[in-house]
């Protein structure tokens, strides 16, 4: 997903670090949401990512069971007036991380580290969430959210920032897998395998993006059903869809546009394989009307549905 998105949390209704699945890393991913809004077996429902453009649109759309706000855009002691409103509504709200860079060489910085920890205390977040991603080294910034190289020495590597940061977290973590143009040559896993025992090995949950299994597709030739197959889904925290466009034969996953009826295929197939917690639209850029806003979540819901005679 990309790296410009907007988002802040809202008020607490328990003791500090209490979040809604308890404690820090040990506590399964897919347990109850809890609090306001919370479904009793961990169900989040069908969301939205927040952002301050679609605030007003946001409090008044039907349906919108979930949040999700970007934390390097969150203070969690200034929080929106729009936040706080819809977080005493009851809908549940989590923090998505777009710089930790846990597959860097380099150990997760405390202070990131400590920023989401804050931003999940100040939401009472079920989760919180990032990306499996390279974004920096050397001091260097990538600007971007880049594929780690996927290897058995980077998975080592990944696995020890992956610990780190679950231990430094009040709730547990889940990562996303990322959208890419290029690989890069030495791997020696696929993405979905590389997850598959990143999971393994810490126990991390999953954010599933079908909009960045279908880029991947597109762009690089990796079957996004048989990634949906490698993945263990029993670790599913929630699933991203999102929309792009395609430019000379690469696609950009812009979140900018109606998803493309090949993602949401992607995310029946999904959930004709497992019951995702929740699934939740992204949209960054040159918004839309509510109305069509709303019909966006409805054709998720539509596909969600689908699943049924897949199974």
Not at 95 to 101: A, E, F, K, T, W
């Given at each position: 997903?990309?790296?410009?998105?907007a988002?802040?949390?809202?008020?607490?209704?328990?003791?500090?670090?209490?979040?809604?699945?308890g404690g820090?890393?040990?506590?399964?991913?897919?347990?109850?949401?809890?609090?306001?809004g919370?479904?009793?077996?961990?169900?989040?429902g069908v969301g939205i990512?927040?952002?301050a453009?679609?605030?007003?649109?946001?409090?008044?759309?039907?349906?919108?069971d979930?949040?999700?706000?970007?934390?390097?855009n969150?203070?969690?002691?200034?929080?929106?007036?729009?936040?706080?409103l819809?977080?005493?509504?009851?809908?549940?709200?989590i923090?998505?991380?777009?710089?930790?860079?846990v597959?860097?060489?380099?150990?997760p910085s405390p202070?990131r580290?400590?920023?989401?920890?804050?931003?999940?205390?100040?939401?009472?977040s079920p989760?919180?969430?990032?990306?499996?991603?390279?974004?920096?080294?050397?001091?260097?910034e990538?600007?971007?959210?880049?594929?780690?190289?996927?290897?058995?020495?980077?998975l080592?590597?990944?696995?020890?920032?992956?610990?780190?940061?679950q231990?430094?977290?009040?709730?547990?973590?889940?990562?996303e897998?990322?959208?890419?143009?290029?690989g890069?040559p030495?791997?020696?896993?696929?993405?979905?395998?590389?997850?598959?025992?990143?999971?393994?090995r810490?126990?991390?949950?999953?954010?599933?993006?079908?909009a960045?299994l279908?880029t991947?597709?597109v762009?690089?030739?990796l079957?996004?059903?048989?990634a949906?197959?490698?993945?263990?889904l029993?670790?599913?925290?929630y699933?991203?869809?999102?929309g792009?466009y395609?430019?000379?034969g690469i696609?950009?996953?812009?979140?900018?546009?109606?998803a493309?009826?090949?993602?949401?295929d992607?995310?029946?197939?999904?959930?004709?394989?497992?019951?995702?917690?929740?699934?939740?639209?992204?949209?960054?850029d040159d918004?839309?009307s509510?109305?069509?806003?709303?019909?966006e979540?409805?054709r998720?819901?539509?596909?969600?549905?689908?699943?049924?005679d897949?199974r």
């Open positions: 997903m990309p790296e410009q998105e988002g802040r949390p809202a008020a607490p209704n328990g003791g500090p670090g209490a979040g809604p699945n820090s890393n040990g506590g399964p991913v897919g347990g109850p949401v809890g609090g306001p919370g479904g009793s077996r961990g169900e989040l990512g927040w952002r453009e679609l605030d007003l649109s946001i409090e008044r759309m039907p349906g919108v979930f949040l999700e706000v970007v934390a390097e969150v203070r969690p002691d200034h929080l929106p007036e729009s936040l706080r819809l977080r005493a509504r009851g809908l549940p709200v923090p998505h991380g777009v710089s930790l860079g597959g860097g060489a380099e150990p202070e580290l400590a920023h989401l920890a804050s931003c999940a205390q100040a939401l009472e989760l919180v969430s990032e990306h499996l991603a390279f974004v920096r080294g050397g001091g260097l990538a600007g971007h959210l880049l594929p780690v190289p996927r290897t058995r020495e980077s080592r590597v990944v696995t020890e920032n992956v610990r780190r940061a231990d430094a977290l009040p709730v547990p973590l889940a990562l897998n990322v959208a890419a143009i290029f890069w030495d791997d020696e896993l696929t993405e979905a395998q590389f997850l598959a025992e990143l999971v393994e810490t126990g991390v949950g999953l954010l599933v993006d079908v960045n279908y991947n597709q762009n690089l030739g079957p996004a059903v048989a949906l197959d490698a993945l263990p029993e670790r599913l925290a699933v991203h869809v999102a792009g395609e430019h000379a696609w950009h996953d812009t979140h900018t546009a109606f493309p009826q090949e993602v949401l992607l995310l029946t197939e999904l959930c004709a394989r497992a019951t995702p917690p929740g699934v939740l639209l992204e949209w960054d918004y839309p509510d109305a069509a806003l709303e019909s979540l409805a998720i819901r539509s596909a969600m549905s689908a699943a049924r897949l």
